[in-house]
């Protein structure tokens, strides 16, 4: 097994680390920041001065003392730096179940200690159940805390090694056990930025599980496990119906989902399974029906109303996928728990020879994002995530299929305008029937006449540029150029904290449609919406400039420059927008100045789409390798990508065409190494 080098990050004498740990612990929420690795060395020569160096982990045996002291016991074998010997370790590991910090204390030579500490630095006991619960929580940071590939993760945090925590039959037996056991204590742990409420089924341990299903392929493991807790919770079978399907054991998902649903018929995360599937059968008008009913069982989570305006837009139907977008209630995103300690005094990160390649080696060759176009650097897109994220990709998919002249009609048809909005000021229309109803509950149950479709509350706020680039003065176009993208109008927001879980849902499609053409008909459009369609405004007059530009020195036959950092955003941005010919084309130019891991992952995804087994593989190589120099031995998503080329081209010619590629060999036994991987847990197509 080919290891990875050891960062190391320099202790500050007036900030110890551990303490500084010791006093986070209470501000952590979900499942803790990566394990520290905390080591004293002394010179070899002198036993006076001593130093503190540190990194993190993921992936390490968390389940006894023993398998952490055994890591730390392999440090003291690390030949890096010979000048120095370590003569103590501590390994720190936080359990998420708990709230406590388990740690190891390892004197060299000499004893082993384990003990645990909680929120308010009081030093416990640690019990065996302790144990368990952290050697889960260690698995799940394992799969949470990964990088996808694109090196984001990865640049977050400094002096991370990631490992795989599963790399057997016998592992995986061991973390579902653990899994089972602790299952209906996983509500405890916290859930992906989109989820309200965690709950049964939708928390940070279902997630974990998931992932290292669909990662490795184990379904018929995931499976066994499912069909254990079932017999005990029924709500489970959507966990198993998404096991089922994905396993393509589609039948049973069916007769599952079924039975299910008859038990339990407002579950939403069965009637979100059931809707997804369906619409993936390319029957988005079954589907329609069974997504709301998923809204009213849980109106105030984003995915439900995210579903349903994914089938209002496959059903072409745009006022109706507008108005959902804008009933989703919308959360702020909280990121993963990192850690929090003071800047180190030094830093040193070795290169082991087995990851050296001239080819992605980046020492040096950095970002300088002061050579971007500041225009670029404004694009505010690119840092959505959790739910404004998922609301955006659904605005481009609908900006793609019709265009933005056609979508800025519908906005204005379904929204309140602020033209129109002062003009009903000064001459207020006369309230249709008096009183006032819940436009959600009369959009579901059906409207008896246009006027119940409206709103009865009059705007409270005027339209609001707040977060908007386009109000410095920065979104006038070039003279030379006449793109076809027109600043969108106004519309009238509402307040700030209206979207925050409750919003105005759709009509339903077989309730009589109002005209749009009245005041009284529309609705407000929310401020987060309002500001995503001049984010997505601004994203689109800058792709039309760029592909402009590049069309004129086309055909003047001139080379258009662009540094590699702008490259990489421009093919961020194209495929943001659903550009993918246009983001292939960025990424390569930015690979032409130097390696990008991210532009690496956008070729990956396009040679992926196309089925371009050779260029799929010539990615994942130089992925991997990009990932090991920096000390990350575990990627699922490269794994899950090795693992599908395999199950449909076989381990052979898999192995034969990465042995063909002119690189050295100890980059290619790299991606060796996770192709052994697949072997180990007898994935399709590996017997070969």
Same mark, same amino acid.
């Given at each position: +097994?080919?290891?990875?080098?050891?960062?190391?990050?320099?202790?500050?004498?007036?900030?110890?680390?551990?303490?500084?740990?010791?006093?986070?612990?209470?501000?952590?929420?979900?499942?803790?920041?990566?394990?520290?690795?905390?080591?004293?060395?002394?010179?070899?020569?002198?036993?006076?001065?001593?130093?503190?160096?540190?990194?993190?982990?993921t992936g390490i045996d968390a389940s006894s003392s023993a398998s952490l002291a055994a890591y730390i016991n392999t440090l003291t074998y690390s030949t890096q730096d010979k000048s120095h010997r370590i003569v103590s370790g501590l390994y720190c590991c936080y359990n998420a179940f708990s709230r406590l910090d388990m740690r190891v204390q390892v004197q060299i030579p000499g004893t082993v200690e384990s003990y645990c500490v909680n929120e308010r630095g009081d030093k416990l006991e640690a019990s065996e159940k302790h144990w368990l619960e952290t050697y889960l929580?260690?698995?799940?940071?394992?799969?949470?805390?990964?990088?996808?590939?694109?090196?984001?993760?990865?640049?977050?945090? +400094?002096?991370?090694?990631?490992?795989?925590?599963?790399?057997?039959?016998?592992?995986?037996?061991?973390?579902?056990?653990?899994?089972?056991?602790?299952?209906?204590?996983?509500?405890?742990?916290?859930?992906?930025?989109?989820?309200?409420?965690?709950?049964?089924?939708?928390n940070h341990l279902t997630t974990g599980l998931l992932a290292y299903i669909k990662t490795t392929g184990r379904y018929t493991s995931g499976i066994n496990l499912f069909e254990k807790l079932r017999m005990r919770d029924p709500e489970v079978s959507s966990l198993l119906a998404q096991v089922y399907i994905a396993g393509d054991e589609e039948v049973k998902a069916v007769q599952l989902l079924h039975e299910a649903i008859e038990e339990l018929p407002m579950d939403y995360s069965l009637l979100d399974c059931q809707a997804d599937f369906i619409k993936s059968k390319?029957?988005?008008?079954?589907?329609?029906?069974?997504?709301?009913?998923?809204?009213?069982?849980?109106?105030?989570?984003? %995915?439900?109303?995210?579903?349903?305006?994914?089938?209002?837009?496959?059903?072409?139907?745009?006022?109706?996928? &507008?108005?959902?977008?804008?009933?989703?209630?919308?959360?702020?995103?909280?990121?993963?728990?990192?850690?929090?300690?003071?800047?180190?005094?030094?830093?040193?990160?070795?290169?082991?020879?087995?990851?050296?390649?001239?080819?992605?080696?980046?020492?040096?060759?950095?970002?300088?994002?002061?050579?971007?176009?500041?225009?670029?650097?404004?694009?505010?897109?690119?840092?959505?995530?959790?739910?404004?994220?998922?609301?955006?990709?659904?605005?481009?998919?609908?900006?793609?299929?019709?265009?933005?002249?056609? &979508?800025?009609?519908?906005?204005?048809?379904?929204?309140? +305008?602020?033209?129109?909005?002062?003009?009903?000021?000064?001459?207020?229309?006369? /309230?249709?029937?008096?009183?006032?109803?819940?436009?959600?509950?009369?959009?579901?149950?059906?409207?008896?006449?246009?006027?119940?479709?409206?709103?009865?509350? @009059?705007?409270?706020?005027?339209?609001?540029?707040?977060?908007?680039?386009?109000?410095?003065?920065?979104?006038?176009?070039?003279?030379?150029?006449?793109?076809?993208?027109?600043? /969108?109008?106004?519309?009238?927001?509402?307040?700030?904290?209206? %979207?925050?879980?409750?919003?105005?849902?759709?009509?339903?499609?077989?309730?009589?449609?109002?005209?749009?053409?009245?005041?009284?008909?529309?609705?407000?459009?929310?401020?987060?919406?309002?500001?995503?369609?001049?984010?997505?405004?601004?994203?689109?007059?800058?792709?039309?400039?760029?592909?402009?530009?590049?069309?004129?020195?086309?055909?003047?036959?001139?080379?258009?420059?662009?540094?590699?950092?702008?490259?990489?955003?421009?093919?961020?941005?194209?495929?943001?927008?659903?550009?993918? @010919?246009?983001?292939?084309?960025?990424?390569?130019?930015?690979?032409?100045?130097?390696?990008?891991?991210?532009?690496?992952?956008?070729?990956?995804?396009?040679?992926?789409?196309?089925?371009?087994?050779? %260029?799929?593989?010539?990615?994942?190589?130089?992925?991997?390798?990009?990932?090991?120099?920096?000390?990350?031995?575990?990627?699922?998503?490269?794994?899950?990508?090795?693992?599908?080329?395999?199950?449909?081209?076989?381990?052979?010619?898999?192995?034969?065409?990465?042995?063909?590629?002119?690189?050295?060999?100890?980059?290619?036994?790299?991606?060796?190494?996770?192709? %052994?991987?697949?072997?180990?847990?007898?994935?399709?197509?590996?017997?070969?």
């Amino acid at each position: +097994m080919i290891q990875t080098a050891i960062p190391e990050l320099f202790e500050d004498e007036n900030h110890p680390v551990v303490d500084v740990r010791t006093d986070t612990l209470q501000t952590l929420r979900e499942l803790g920041p990566p394990d520290l690795v905390h080591l004293v060395k002394q010179p070899v020569k002198s036993t006076s001065k001593q130093i503190g160096v540190y990194h993190h982990a993921t992936g390490i045996d968390a389940s006894s003392s023993a398998s952490l002291a055994a890591y730390i016991n392999t440090l003291t074998y690390s030949t890096q730096d010979k000048s120095h010997r370590i003569v103590s370790g501590l390994y720190c590991c936080y359990n998420a179940f708990s709230r406590l910090d388990m740690r190891v204390q390892v004197q060299i030579p000499g004893t082993v200690e384990s003990y645990c500490v909680n929120e308010r630095g009081d030093k416990l006991e640690a019990s065996e159940k302790h144990w368990l619960e952290t050697y889960l929580c260690s698995v799940l940071r394992a799969y949470s805390y990964a990088d996808n590939g694109a090196g984001e993760t990865i640049k977050k945090i +400094m002096g991370v090694r990631r490992f795989n925590p599963i790399t057997s039959t016998e592992n995986e037996h061991k973390f579902l056990e653990a899994a089972e056991r602790l299952f209906f204590d996983g509500w405890q742990l916290g859930s992906d930025p989109e989820i309200q409420v965690p709950n049964l089924v939708s928390n940070h341990l279902t997630t974990g599980l998931l992932a290292y299903i669909k990662t490795t392929g184990r379904y018929t493991s995931g499976i066994n496990l499912f069909e254990k807790l079932r017999m005990r919770d029924p709500e489970v079978s959507s966990l198993l119906a998404q096991v089922y399907i994905a396993g393509d054991e589609e039948v049973k998902a069916v007769q599952l989902l079924h039975e299910a649903i008859e038990e339990l018929p407002m579950d939403y995360s069965l009637l979100d399974c059931q809707a997804d599937f369906i619409k993936s059968k390319g029957r988005s008008d079954l589907a329609l029906e069974i997504a709301k009913r998923g809204v009213v069982s849980a109106p105030s989570e984003f %995915g439900t109303w995210a579903r349903l305006a994914e089938i209002y837009i496959s059903l072409e139907q745009w006022d109706l996928a &507008l108005l959902t977008l804008n009933s989703c209630p919308m959360f702020t995103y909280q990121d993963k728990d990192a850690p929090r300690l003071p800047d180190p005094a030094r830093i040193s990160l070795p290169l082991a020879p087995e990851t050296a390649c001239d080819e992605i080696d980046d020492i040096g060759s950095g970002s300088d994002m002061d050579a971007v176009n500041p225009t670029l650097r404004r694009l505010s897109a690119a840092n959505y995530k959790g739910t404004f994220l998922k609301a955006y990709v659904l605005l481009t998919e609908m900006t793609k299929k019709i265009g933005w002249d056609q &979508l800025l009609k519908i906005r204005s048809q379904v929204f309140v +305008m602020e033209e129109e909005y002062r003009v009903e000021r000064q001459v207020p229309a006369t /309230p249709a029937g008096g009183n006032s109803r819940n436009a959600s509950t009369t959009a579901l149950r059906g409207a008896d006449s246009p006027s119940a479709q409206g709103e009865s509350a @009059e705007p409270s706020s005027e339209p609001s540029n707040e977060g908007n680039s386009l109000t410095n003065g920065e979104s006038h176009e070039p003279s030379s150029l006449t793109p076809d993208v027109s600043k /969108p109008s106004h519309t009238v927001t509402a307040k700030p904290g209206d %979207g925050q879980g409750t919003a105005q849902e759709p009509l339903p499609s077989d309730a009589p449609q109002p005209a749009y053409t009245q005041f009284q008909h529309k609705r407000l459009c929310e401020r987060w919406l309002d500001n995503l369609f001049m984010v997505l405004y601004e994203d689109l007059r800058v792709y039309t400039i760029w592909r402009t530009e590049a069309a004129q020195y086309r055909q003047q036959q001139m080379a258009y420059k662009k540094s590699a950092d702008e490259w990489e955003i421009l093919g961020d941005l194209a495929e943001r927008l659903h550009h993918h @010919e246009e983001a292939l084309d960025a990424w390569e130019q930015c690979l032409d100045s130097r390696f990008s891991p991210k532009a690496m992952r956008g070729l990956l995804k396009a040679y992926e789409q196309e089925k371009n087994t050779k %260029g799929t593989l010539s990615a994942l190589i130089r992925l991997i390798a990009w990932q090991f120099r920096w000390y990350s031995e575990f990627s699922p998503d490269l794994l899950f990508t090795i693992r599908k080329l395999i199950e449909e081209e076989g381990a052979v010619k898999v192995r034969s065409i990465v042995q063909a590629t002119s690189l050295p060999q100890h980059i290619l036994d790299l991606t060796h190494q996770y192709a %052994g991987l697949c072997a180990a847990f007898r994935s399709s197509g590996s017997d070969g």
